[in-house]
C-alpha cells in the first residue's frame, strides 16, 4: 500500500550528503598507510577526526583537498542542489576550504584582500582584469565589502589592513576561516588549526566554530540547509569532542588479521560515534565526557586493543 | 660586554670625524706631494679638483662636447638597458623554473654554470660575436647578472609553501592566476633585492667594457684622464660613481619596503 501520508520533511530533515570518500586506500611504496577508507559526511556535520601519530590523518586529508590523489579509491563532493551530480575530486578546489596549521595566509595581503582574494580568483580571471579594468574596478569594490562583513564576522574589523605578520596567531586563523568561509565552500577542512595556538585562544576559536554550528542549528529549525560543514583534525581529544558533533577515530590498530590479511594493509576507521553538542556561550565542562573520552582512548589509541574496523557500509551517520 | 649600545649623537661625531679625518688626510697627503713637485696631478690639491670639476661640466666648444653630460647619457643608457632587460628575463626564466620541473631540468644546468663564469673575462668573446657599441655593453650587463639574479628568483619560488599554492587552488585560482598572483607577488621583493645587490657588478662589467672598447662614457673618460694622471677629473667622476651606488641602493630599498612592507618580517 503506497504511504498516502505524504512525509512533511523539509529538504533538511532528509539526510545531505556533502562528501562521500569510497574504498579509499593508500601506500607509499611498501608501507600502507590507509585501508579501504568509507566515510559518508552529511551536509551540516562538525566531523572531528582523530588518531594515533602516523595513522594517516594527513594522508587522507591531503586525499579530501586531493593535492594527494590516494592510490585507490575516490572522494566525491556532493552540490547543495540535488539536481548537480556529484563530482569526483581530482585536485584542490573552490567546493573545498582548507585551514592549515601554519603557512595559513599569504604574507603579501592584508587580512581583507586575504579574504577578498578568494572571490577575485574565483569570480574573475585574469584577462578581465587586465581587459575589462572598469567592470574589474567595480567586482573589487563589492568583494572588498564582501571579506569585510566577513572579517567583521569573526570579530576582526579593527584588523582588516593588517598584514598576517602583524597578527597574532589566533587573529591569522580567524582571517584563514574566513578565508574559507567568505567561498561557501562545500566543506571545510581544518588540519590542526590551533594547534600552535595557547589554551585561551584556542577556546576562543572553538567557540567561533560553536557559534557556526549554532547557525547550522537555526538553519535546520527553519527548514533550510546548514551552511556549514567541518572537518577538523586534532591531536587533541577535547578539542575534537567539544568543537565536533560526530567523532572519526582513523587507526592503524585494528584487528586486520582477522580480515584474512596476512600483513598490516593500513589504518582504517575503527571508531565513528555522535558526540555532545555544546553550544558557544555554555560553560566548556570537559568532565561530561569523561567516559567518551576513556573509550576512546582505548579503542583508538591503545596500541593492544584490536577490535574489527567499522564496517564500511556502517557509517552513513544520521544525524546525531 | 661587547656590541654596547651608544648615544646617537656619539654615532653622528664619529661618523663626521672619520670623513673630516679623511679629507685632511688627503689634504695633508697632496700637500706633501705639491712640496715636491708643484705641478704634480696625481693627488690634486683641492683647486686642481675644482678646476677637474669645471673642466668636466663645461661645454667645450671645440669638441662640441660636454664630458659629464655626455658620460652620464652613455653609461646610464648602457646600465638600465642592460638592467632592465635582466630583471625581466631573471623573473619570467626563475618562475618558469620555479614552477615547472621541465624548465627547471632544462634551465638549471647552464644557468648554473654560466652563473659561475667572470663576465668580465669573456668580454673578448662578447666583442667577436655581437662587435662594438651598444649591443656589447648590454650583453655584457645580462650575461653577468642575468644567471645569478635567475637562480636567486627560481631559489625563492621553491622556497614557496606547499601550503599557499594548494590554499590558492582551493580559493578557485587557475594555474596562471597561482604564478601571477600568489607566485610573482611572493617573488617581488626578493627580485627586488637581487637587482640592488646587482647593480654593484653590474656596474663593474660596464665600466671594465667601457674602459677596454668605449669611445664615451664613464669608464672610457675615467682610463683616458688617469692615463693623461688627469686625477683632478677622475676623482670626482669615482665620487660621483659612489654617490650613484648609494642613490640607487636606498632608491630600491625604499621601494621594496613601498610595494612589500611584509618582507622584512619574514626573514
Known amino acids: 500500500m503506497p504511504n498516502t501520508d505524504a512525509p512533511m520533511t523539509t529538504v533538511a530533515s532528509q539526510p545531505h550528503i556533502a562528501l562521500e570518500c569510497r574504498s579509499l586506500s593508500h601506500w607509499f611504496g611498501s608501507k600502507r598507510v590507509l585501508h579501504d577508507i568509507h566515510l559518508t559526511i552529511q551536509r551540516g556535520q562538525f566531523v572531528s577526526l582523530v588518531g594515533p601519530s602516523g595513522c594517516g590523518k594527513s594522508t587522507l586529508l591531503r586525499a579530501i583537498v586531493g593535492t594527494h590523489l590516494p592510490n585507490e579509491g575516490v572522494v566525491q563532493v556532493h552540490a547543495k542542489e540535488a539536481s548537480i551530480p556529484p563530482s569526483p575530486v581530482q585536485g584542490p578546489g573552490r567546493d573545498r576550504g582548507i585551514v592549515y596549521q601554519h603557512y595559513s595566509l599569504f604574507p603579501f595581503l592584508t587580512a581583507l584582500e586575504n579574504v577578498a582574494i578568494g572571490l577575485k580568483l574565483d569570480q574573475t580571471t585574469l584577462a578581465d582584469r587586465l581587459f575589462r579594468w572598469g567592470h574589474w574596478k567595480r567586482s573589487r569594490k563589492g568583494h572588498l565589502e564582501e571579506a569585510a562583513a566577513m572579517l567583521e564576522r569573526v570579530k576582526l574589523k579593527d584588523a582588516m589592513h593588517l598584514y598576517p605578520h602583524e597578527m597574532s596567531g589566533g587573529m591569522r586563523q580567524r582571517v584563514a576561516i574566513a578565508q574559507a568561509l567568505v567561498m561557501k565552500p562545500e566543506i571545510i577542512l581544518l588540519d590542526e588549526p590551533f594547534g600552535a595556538l595557547d589554551e585561551a585562544t584556542r577556546e576562543e576559536l572553538q567557540k567561533a566554530l560553536l557559534e557556526l554550528y549554532e547557525e547550522n542549528q537555526q538553519a535546520k529549525a527553519a527548514g533550510q540547509l546548514p551552511d556549514y560543514t567541518l572537518i577538523i583534525v586534532t591531536h587533541e581529544l577535547n578539542e575534537a569532542i567539544y568543537v565536533g558533533d560526530r567523532l572519526i577515530g582513523l587507526s592503524q590498530y585494528w584487528d586486520w588479521k582477522a580480515e584474512g590479511h596476512s600483513a598490516h594493509p593500513g589504518a582504517s576507521i575503527v571508531y565513528d560515534q555522535p558526540t555532545p553538542i555544546f553550544e558557544p556561550h555554555s560553560v566548556r565542562d570537559f568532565e561530561i565526557f569523561e567516559h567518551q573520552r576513556a573509550a576512546v582512548r582505548q579503542e583508538v589509541f591503545h596500541p593492544n586493543h584490536l577490535q574489527p574496523r567499522i564496517a564500511p557500509d556502517s557509517n552513513t551517520h544520521p544525524e546525531a | ?267
Not at chain 2, 243 to 248: I, K, N, R, S, T
Open chain 2, 1 to 267: 660586554m661587547i656590541r654596547r649600545p651608544i648615544a646617537s649623537t656619539t654615532r653622528i661625531i664619529l661618523g663626521l670625524l672619520s670623513v673630516a679625518l679623511m679629507l685632511a688626510g688627503y689634504s695633508w697627503l697632496s700637500y706633501r706631494q705639491h712640496q715636491k713637485n708643484p705641478k704634480d696631478t696625481t693627488i690634486p690639491n683641492w683647486s686642481q679638483l675644482s678646476e677637474g670639476v669645471q673642466r668636466s661640466i663645461q661645454w667645450n666648444e671645440r669638441l662640441e662636447d660636454r664630458w659629464l653630460t655626455d658620460d652620464a647619457r652613455a653609461t646610464l643608457t648602457r646600465l638600465f638597458a642592460g638592467l632592465g632587460l635582466a630583471v625581466v628575463g631573471s623573473c619570467v626564466l626563475g618562475i618558469a623554473m620555479g614552477c615547472s620541473q621541465s624548465v627547471e631540468a632544462f634551465l638549471a644546468p647552464p644557468l648554473s654554470f654560466l652563473a659561475k663564469v667572470p663576465a668580465t673575462a669573456v668580454i673578448a668573446v662578447f666583442m667577436a660575436l655581437v662587435g662594438l657599441g651598444m649591443k656589447m655593453y648590454f650583453t655584457m650587463i645580462v650575461f653577468g647578472i642575468l644567471p645569478s639574479m635567475a637562480i636567486t628568483v627560481y631559489q625563492s619560488v621553491k622556497a614557496f609553501p606547499d601550503e599557499l599554492q594548494y590554499k590558492a587552488y582551493t580559493l578557485g585560482a587557475s594555474h596562471m592566476e597561482v604564478v601571477c598572483n600568489v607566485i610573482f607577488p611572493y617573488v617581488l621583493p626578493k627580485l627586488l633585492e637581487a637587482t640592488r645587490l646587482m647593480i654593484g657588478p653590474a656596474m663593474v662589467y660596464l665600466i671594465a667594457a667601457e674602459m677596454l672598447f668605449g669611445d664615451v662614457g664613464f669608464g672610457y673618460r675615467i682610463r683616458i684622464q688617469s692615463k693623461l694622471l688627469n686625477m683632478g677629473v677622475v676623482y670626482p667622476y669615482l665620487a660621483l660613481l659612489a654617490g650613484f651606488g648609494f642613490l640607487m641602493d636606498s632608491l630600491l630599498n625604499a621601494l621594496q619596503k613601498k610595494i612589500a612592507p611584509w618582507f622584512d618580517a619574514q626573514h
